[in-house]
Structure formats: C-alpha cells, structure tokens
C-alpha cells in the first residue's frame, strides 16, 4: 500500500499546484486590469505571467500520465516554489501602483538610474518595515525563470529591461527630502549591481593583499564571533550564516562602503549629512556582519569631500557677510563628523575579528574611492562646480521661494542648475539657521519642526519645477547637465 | 490685516520690471519657461501642475460642521484623492467634474501686489472653467486652482499646459506681515477649519464655559461642584489627564507628583496642551451642556480657552493659612503629614515663583480672570455669589 499511498499525495500535490497556478494567473489579469499608468508595473506583470504560463504548462504535462510517480516529488517541488516567488513578486505591481510618491522624489531616483543605465526601470515604494531598501528584481526573475524553462546562463531576457531596481523608503520620511538624500547611498547599490565595483574592489590585487595578511588570523576567530559578536544577538547573523563570514563581511562592507562614496561623489557632502542625521546610524556604531561601523563609513564620505575640494570652499576666511557664516556653521558640522570618525579610528572596535576586518578597510578606502571614481567621473559634485550655485539658492530659500534655479540679475529666466546644487543649499541652509539645533522643551520643536517642513516642502517643490523646466525647454527634457 | 485697494492693472513692461527686481522685492514666477509667450499684454499665463486633489464619494458625509474639528479634517482628507502626475502626463476631467490643482509655477508675491488667477478664454471656450481666485500680498506657494468642466464633454488636460493667467495690481497700503506666510506648493484641502466663525457659529447655540482658577485649597473644586450640582453643568479637568499620566506611571497623586507630571508634559508637548487635549470634548459636550473647566495652571491654557468665544474665567483666592487649614481637611488620608512650611512651598510654586515658562502660573492665570473672589468665610457665600454671576452671564451669552 505504501507506493499507492506516495502517488496519491504526489497527485493531490499537483492537483493544488495547478489550481494555485490559475488562481495566481486570474489575480495577475485582475491586476492589469487595473489599468497601470505606468509602464513598469505592465513590464513586471509581462515576466510575472509568462513565468506562471510556463509552471502551468509543465504542471499538466507532468501530470498528464497520472499517476505521478513519487520520483517526480522533486521536479514538483520547483515549480511550487517557482509559484511561490511569483506570488511574493507580484506585490512589487501593487506597490507601485498605490505609492502616493512626489515627483519630487521620483526624479531624482529615476534620473539617476536611467543614467547609469539607460535601459534601467524602477519602482519606489514606502515601506513601513524595512526603511531605505535597494534591489534588483530582473536577476532574481531572471534567477526563476531558469528553474522553470531552459534559458541560457549569463544572459538576460531579450526584449526586457537589462535592470529593475527596487527602492522602498520610510513613509513618514516621505516629505523629508534633505533626509532623503540618503537614496544617494541606495542608487551606490545600484551602481554597485551594474558596474560590479565591489567585485573589482574585492579582487584587486592590493586588497587581496592587505586582507589576506590581516584575516588569516582572524579566520580562526569567524565563527565563535559570528556565533555571538559582543555578547549579543546580531539580526543580521541569520542572513549571513550560511557563507563563510569573513568573505561575506567583506563583501558587505565593501559594497557599502562603495555605496557611500558614491553618494558622496555624486551629492557632496548633503549626503553625508542625511548619513549623520539617519536616528539609527547611532546604533552602527558598532560594526555589524551586513555594515561596517558609522565612523568608517563617516571618515570614507569625509575623504571623497576632501577629494572633491570641500575643505576650500568652507573656508569662511575667504568669504564675508552671510557666506562666511554659512561657510563656518557647514565647517564646522564637518568638523564634529571628522572627529567622530577620528575618535572611532583609534578606539578599538568591538572584539580581534571586527578588528581585524576594520584594518583592512583603514588602506583600502583610497582604492575603493578610485574604482566608483572611474565609473562615475562625470557626476562629481566638485565644491568648485556647485559653489557658485548653492550660495544663490540659499538667497532663495531665504526670500521663501524654490531653489530650483539660479537668478540672473535683470533676466526674465533663471539659470538651471544641478540635483546637487539644490539639495545641497537645502542642508546648507538648514545647518546655516540650525534648524537641526536640539530643541529647548516642546513648543520650540513644533517651531523647528514647521520651519524644517516648510524648508522640505521648497526644497521638493524647487526639484520638480528644476525637472519640469528641463523637460519643457532643453532637448530631450536636458537630463544629461541635470545631474 | 488691513484691507487693501486695488489701482490699474499691471501692463507689460510693469510686469517685466517687477519680475527682474532685486530678490527681497521681486514678483516671483518660477521657473518661467517661455516668457514671450506668458507674459502678455496685462496678464502672466500659467501651466497647470502635477498634482490633482480629486473628490471620491465615500460612506460618510463629506462635510459635517457638526462633527469635531478633528473629524471634519479626517473627512476632508478621506474624501479625496492625491493624484501625482508628471509634466506632459494626462489627466481626463470627466463633464461637471470638479478636481483641485495648482499652477506649475511658483509665485511669490511682493507686499505690494495682489492679484487674480483666472482661466484663459481659450480654455473656458473649450470647456475648462477655472474658477476665479484672488491671490493675497506676501502670497507663496503654487497657485489653487479649482477646475470645473462646464460642457456636457469630457476634456483631456495635460500637464504643463498653459491653463490660467494671472492679472496683476499694486496695493496702495501694503501691510507686512510679521508671522512668515506658510507655503503652499501643493494643492490643499478646504482651509474652511481656518474660519474662526465657524466655531463662534457652532457655539453660538450652546452653553457656555466657565473656568476657575485658583490658589490650592481655596475652593475651586466645591465651586465646580455647585455648579455641577445645582446648575447642571459638565465639569471637565485638566488634572484629569494629570491622574491619568500618574496612574500609568505607578506613582500617588500628591501634589508634587502632580506639580512634577503637569510641567513634565507641558515641558515636552507646549504649554497649552492640557487644554488643547480637552478641544475635542469641549466641541462636543457645549452642545448638550454648560461646562465648568479646572485644573488651570499656565498661562498658555488660559489662551487656548479664550479661544472659545463663550469662555469666562473666574479666579478664587483666600488667606493660605485657611486655605492650609481647608487642604489638610480635605487631604487627610493621603497627605496627613504635611506641614504648614511644605503647604507654603507648593503653594508658592503654584503661585508661579521659580517656574519655568512651562510651570505653574496661578497667579498669572489669576490676573487675566473675569470675575475674581476672595474666600474669607463659609462656601456658601461664594456660591452665592457665583451664583449671581451666572445670572450675569445668561443675560450676556444666551
């Protein structure tokens, strides 16, 4: 009876897996028949239902000679599972479509994905658990597809988006644009997923060198730490635990480490800022297995600004009246970081293994900075190409208009002006006024809380009317100097 | 603000001057794409923006003033939809449609400017009625729109779209304004909260609230009593939020535990929110009832009572040796050791001597009182002449 009784379950298995897979196909149909604005979700929907098609197709076939045969559990297991993974997915169509996201904040994402990659689409969402999130989800619908239909390797669909990323973001950070410069650090994952500049950090010869000399001993340490770094439970232990630790930490905190010098490249030190204001970077400070810690990744920004030329442009010697102020109160919030990250360098981190991990890293932030440099030379956000911008727009923001352009004297129209520039003159602005300033009781925060919503709201405002003068007076909507 | 006279209409070259004045006393309209286009003979064209607050039909009523303040906002807020657009994009108003909008630009009126946005003429022919809105000195923002399609057809809007025109006229005694402007860069809801009659209009068919201020143990809980007693009045109290705060914390309801609690959450939520809490309850039992309101203790609540057209303070005082006297009776089970010298200390902290901005401020509180008492023998005379007042008052407020 026993073999009887493997191909009856093996049946009914089918049987549930085909309904669920018409089931799940009537609710993608429901969901186009929602009539998408947008082309991304009809895209995502496209993959979605093709996969589905293919696991329903294999589904009958497999079960056209009942009864199964128990040695075909397996092959039933898959496409089960392929099903699963579509059902998850297609939660990113709905996302899409019901974020209530400004263009303000839109554009910036978009501008700079489409950019990196011109195929590239996107979709952002709030999402009230995770926060700042990245992703790419044509990889891993790429990844299903080949466990359901013969594709070749290393090879993306044909007639598809090359890149789909996925970003989501903190609902109630949504109007807190200055905040939100922290996406520059999430489009570096982006970069990082296109250019692979982790992978090539990772195996120069000068970084395997120095981690190969520092680790080896540490190596012994791996598992013990990652049993229970510091006495604790590390959340992020679950994801990591099934790869060798020491690669895998490597691996995180270059890619992080890459996604922050990136953001600093491309936003100037806004985004440093936007780092330093995240209420949770207090709880990096300690390094964990997935980030390296807060004051590493502080004095990595710090030296892509100094590469950049920030030191000379605050200089508030060289400048007088409301500048010089500016320049001083921005210098000298750079000044409380670089010595965050100071003091970090020399107190010792949290046990020999993260210690260790920490040396290499210590060397390695110079070539890390060279290999985003070379594939972003173009977007750098030089203190000497957005100086003449930023002190203009902080004029406007003063006067209670967008800094979405830079007045002429005597002219009708403004000049345009950078991404950059205006989220930059919004925190320059912000530190300027100390708006960020910890508040006496109560009543002030409300009055600290207003003015900084009223500086987001002109700041949002001043990225979307910057867009939309692009795209109504500059040949093909004048992305390219957007940036 | 004071009202302002409208002269001639700004021509052409007026426009072109005051768009290229220096920033603190520009006409801003940003960003201008296309000048030669918009700037007409006497008018400024403006394109229609990306966003659109579209009316969707709900379960409830959409506007209720009978409803709570906070109520009317969340059904305001429900009752429509955010839609984002981006430039270029379309967006299909339905025939007698109504949606809300903005202008793409942004615009900054000077002191010495007012305004009105109306529809183009070709639009209006086409079927697109914009109604009409004056646009106030020290305006900013983006412009509200309200849309209305006037033709039995649907119409497809673009974004970007040159819609609307601005017509332009100085004012001949601009006034400053010393609060800054908020910013509207959005389209907004219904600021028909904002209206102060509103209220005034809600309370002028109902009772009317008293609130007693006093020195400790001077007598304000009896006087509320009586009034609830015998007048059948509501009695609220700020305190109470105060028994509430302490009961969650584990602590006795002393009175330093309590002088600690009620500065603690003025401290950290302003100074008036005991009495901005109670807003809600007061909105909602005056129709069916006088109040009586204690537990005053801040200036800043004083205020935000005030607020209520139909509020009355009276203050109560009386010599603190009685009124140590009067405490201890009242007291003995939970505070049966207190001394006359501790009595005196809380008493002056009451009073508001060594209080912060958010402490205790009796007898700051006392000074801004309609009518105030000395108690200097039985009760019963005090409610004598309370009762008085009140005659006093339903001659004035009923």
């Known amino acids: 009876m026993a073999p009887a009784t493997a191909h009856l379950d093996v049946d009914y298995l089918a049987s549930a897996a085909i309904h669920q897979a018409l089931t799940l196909g009537d609710s993608l149909r429901e969901l186009r028949a929602r009539e998408y604005a947008t082309q991304t979700p009809l895209i995502l929907l496209d993959l979605l239902e093709g996969i589905v098609d293919d696991v329903r197709d294999q589904l009958l076939e497999l079960t056209a000679g009942r009864p199964l045969e128990a040695a075909r559990r397996m092959e039933l297991r898959g496409l089960g599972q392929a099903l699963d993974q579509v059902t998850e997915l297609s939660e990113y169509v709905v996302r899409c479509a019901d974020a209530d996201v400004p263009w303000g904040l839109v554009y910036p994402l978009e501008l700079f994905c489409r950019q990196l990659t011109p195929e590239s689409r996107m979709i952002i969402y709030p999402a009230w658990r995770h926060g700042y999130t990245y992703g790419e989800l044509m990889g891993t619908l790429y990844r299903i597809m080949r466990s359901v239909r013969e594709l070749p390797e290393g090879e993306f669909l044909p007639g598809y988006p090359r890149f789909l990323a996925v970003f989501s973001f903190p609902p109630i950070q949504g109007p807190n644009i200055l905040q939100n410069a922290a996406w520059g650090h999430e489009i570096g994952h982006h970069l990082d997923t296109v250019f692979n500049v982790s992978a090539e950090v990772l195996k120069a010869p000068a970084f395997v060198q120095r981690a190969g000399g520092v680790l080896t001993a540490a190596q012994v340490e791996a598992p013990r730490a990652a049993r229970a770094p510091q006495g604790q439970f590390d959340p992020n232990y ?139 030379r173009d977007w750098a956000c030089r203190a000497e190409r957005i100086a003449g911008d930023v002190f203009e727009l902080v004029e406007r923001l003063d006067n209670v208009i967008p800094p979405c352009e830079v007045d002429l004297p005597g002219e009708l129209v403004g000049r345009a002006t950078t991404l950059a520039a205006i989220v930059n003159a919004g925190w320059f602005y912000r530190i300027w006024r100390s708006l960020d300033r910890a508040p006496r009781d109560g009543t002030e925060a409300r009055e600290l809380h207003a003015e900084l919503a009223r500086l987001n709201e002109l700041v949002l405002k001043a990225i979307e009317l910057s867009a939309a003068k692009r795209q109504l007076t500059e040949v093909g909507g004048g992305v390219d100097d957007a940036l | 603000m004071m009202p302002f006279r409208m002269d001639g209409v700004l021509t052409r070259p007026d426009l072109v001057a005051r768009l290229t004045a220096p920033v603190a006393e520009r006409l801003v309209v940003t960003p201008l794409t296309d000048p030669e286009r918009q700037i007409g003979s006497n008018t400024i064209d403006l394109k229609l923006g990306t966003e659109l607050l579209v009316p969707r039909h709900g379960r409830t009523a959409y506007l209720d003033l009978h409803q709570r303040t906070e109520a009317i906002a969340a059904s305001l807020e429900a009752a429509h939809e955010r839609i984002p657009l981006q430039i270029g994009d379309e967006f299909i108003l339905h025939e007698h449609q109504f949606v809300m909008a903005t202008t793409l630009e942004y615009v900054g009126m000077p002191q010495n400017l007012a305004g009105y946005v109306m529809g183009r003429s070709s639009w209006e022919r086409a079927g697109l009625h914009v109604r009409p809105a004056r646009v106030a000195p020290g305006y900013r923002g983006c412009i509200q729109l309200q849309l209305v399609s006037h033709k039995d057809l649907p119409i497809t809007l673009v974004t970007g779209a040159r819609i609307c025109q601005l017509m332009l006229f100085p004012v001949s005694n601009p006034v400053s304004s010393e609060t800054p402007n908020p910013v509207r860069a959005r389209p907004y809801f219904s600021p028909i909260l904002d209206d102060e009659e509103l209220v005034q209009l809600q309370q002028s068919r109902r009772g009317f609230i008293l609130g007693v201020v006093g020195t400790l143990a001077s007598g304000r809980s009896l006087l509320a009593e009586h009034l609830a007693r015998v007048h059948g009045f509501v009695h609220l109290s700020l305190s109470t939020q105060l028994y509430a705060e302490a009961r969650q914390r584990g602590r006795r309801p002393t009175l330093a535990a309590m002088q600690e609690l009620g500065n603690a959450l003025r401290h950290a939520n302003g100074s008036s929110v005991l009495a901005d809490r109670l807003r809600g309850d007061i909105q909602e039992l005056q129709r069916v009832s006088n109040l009586v309101i204690t537990g005053i203790k801040n200036v800043a609540e004083v205020e935000a009572l005030k607020r209520w057209s139909n509020f009355r303070l009276i203050a109560v005082d009386a010599p603190v040796e009685r009124r140590y006297g009067w405490y201890l009776d009242a007291n003995r089970l939970t505070e049966p050791d207190l001394s006359p010298a501790a009595f005196a200390e809380f008493d002056r902290r009451d009073r508001g001597v060594g209080e912060p901005p958010w402490g205790q401020q009796v007898d700051a509180c006392m000074r801004l009182a309609d009518r105030t008492y000395t108690r200097d023998g039985a009760i019963s005379e005090l409610y004598q002449k309370l009762d008085a007042y009140l005659d006093e008052l339903r001659g004035m407020l009923l």
């Open chain 1, 238 to 376: 679950e994801r990591v635990s099934h790869l060798t630790p020491i690669v895998k930490i490597l691996g995180g905190w270059v890619a992080e480490l890459v996604a922050d010098i990136f953001s600093v490249h491309v936003f100037g030190p806004a985004s440093l800022f936007a780092f330093s204001e995240i209420p949770s970077a207090l709880a990096w400070s300690e390094p964990s297995w997935s980030h390296p810690p807060s004051w590493l990744r502080i004095a990595a920004m710090l030296d892509e600004l100094r590469y950049l030329g920030y030191d000379a442009l605050l200089d508030a010697a060289q400048s007088t009246g409301h500048r010089a102020a500016m320049c001083a109160a921005v210098g000298e919030r750079l000044a409380t970081l670089a010595q965050v990250a100071a003091r970090g360098a020399v107190e010792p981190a949290t046990g020999r293994f993260f210690a260790s991990i920490t040396g290499v890293f210590a060397g390695a932030r110079g070539e890390m900075a060279s290999h985003v440099r070379g594939v972003v």
